[in-house]
């Protein structure tokens, strides 16, 4: 069980590091696209659905890169700039 807490843990670093983020997407998007362009011996359908999964997974983490973090909530009493409403 700690394996998975660990391996997600790792997950959501990179995925939150906007340069570890674009560098692992972009590794997967483009194993997924030699996989999708060229025909090997060895392909089978697991590989099929593996490359998939490798390239839904780079577009997400550069997805993720490219908007960033944004907050869980926005209090609506809250100024719209963030300030303070007092002088």
Do not use: N, Y
């Not at 944004?70 to 002088?87: A, H, M, V």
């Amino acid at each position: 069980m700690s394996g998975l807490r660990r391996a997600r843990g790792l997950l959501l670093r990179v995925a939150f590091a906007r340069s570890a983020a674009v560098a692992a997407g972009v590794m997967l998007l483009a194993v997924f696209g030699v996989l999708r362009v060229f025909d090997f011996g060895w392909e089978s359908w697991v590989s099929d659905g593996v490359a998939l999964v490798l390239g839904a997974s780079g577009a997400a983490l550069l997805l993720a890169a490219a908007t960033g973090r944004r907050p869980d909530w926005i209090d609506p009493d809250d100024p719209p700039d963030g300030g303070s409403e007092g002088g």
